[in-house]
């Protein structure tokens, strides 16, 4: 196992335009989740799922954000008409249920809105 | 959401030097992880610290968890230019998610 994907690394994208982001976690990890990181912040949680079941989003995350994990497997983030305040590194994690093990991370999407 | 704050925010000293980064919360976590992040890839875990009053050792680095599960410490020792990067505390919401700090710059120079 190569650990956690993200595809693509970089997105440049114009105001208003859509953009979807794709997510491999680790195949023995029951548990994805997604966070946004600002340059200078920490991680800020957005979603996660158990399986194919999202069991919770941020209520920071405006209805131009979804998410989906349709299989248990890969998962995918879409943000909708784009604004220059979504620009940030997107960060995929996954873990096992029992989550003192810690998450595994993958090297994230950095979004640039112009 | 519960929320961590780290301390310093920023952190530049010389190679050889001892170094502590604070993590606190006025709330209670079942666990509490750390993590260290290089410029443009995700964050890489370094510890787990469950119990109240646990200390572990990572080589040079020692991590200990408070005995009321509220707040923690990182502490270097001798460090290396290498040790250079972006230290992150999270706290486990008890089986939920994890609630990160904003992290510590650490730049070590040679």
């Known amino acids: 196992d190569t650990g956690v994907s993200q595809d693509p690394r970089h997105k440049i994208t114009k105001r208003g335009q859509n953009v979807t982001f794709r997510c491999d976690p680790i195949?023995?990890?029951?548990?994805l989740y997604w966070y946004r990181q600002t340059l200078g912040q920490g991680p800020e949680f957005l979603t996660y799922?158990?399986?194919?079941?999202?069991?919770?989003k941020s209520r920071l995350l405006s209805d131009r954000f979804s998410a989906e994990r349709p299989k248990g497997s890969f998962s995918t983030l879409e943000i909708q008409r784009t604004e220059q305040g979504d620009s940030a590194m997107y960060l995929c994690?996954?873990?096992?249920?029992?989550?003192?093990?810690?998450?595994?991370f993958g090297s994230g999407t950095r979004l640039t809105v112009v | 959401t519960q929320l961590l704050e780290q301390s310093p925010q920023f952190l530049s000293i010389q190679e050889g030097e001892n170094l502590t980064v604070y993590c606190n919360s006025s709330?209670?976590?079942?666990?509490l992880q750390w993590y260290r992040q290089e410029p443009g890839e995700g964050p890489v875990l370094l510890v787990t610290v469950v119990t109240g009053g646990e200390v572990k050792k990572l080589k040079r680095l020692t991590f200990q968890f408070g005995d009321a599960r509220k707040d923690s410490s990182l502490h270097i020792t001798a460090a290396q230019p290498g040790d250079t990067g972006l230290y992150l505390c999270a706290g486990m919401e008890y089986g939920n998610k994890l609630v990160f700090g904003a992290g510590t710059i650490l730049r070590v120079k040679s």
């Open positions: 195949s023995e990890h029951n548990r």
């Open positions: 709330s209670v976590f079942s666990s």
């Open positions: 799922f158990q399986n194919e079941a999202q069991l919770e």
């Open positions: 994690a996954s873990s096992l249920t029992t989550s003192n093990y810690g998450y595994t």
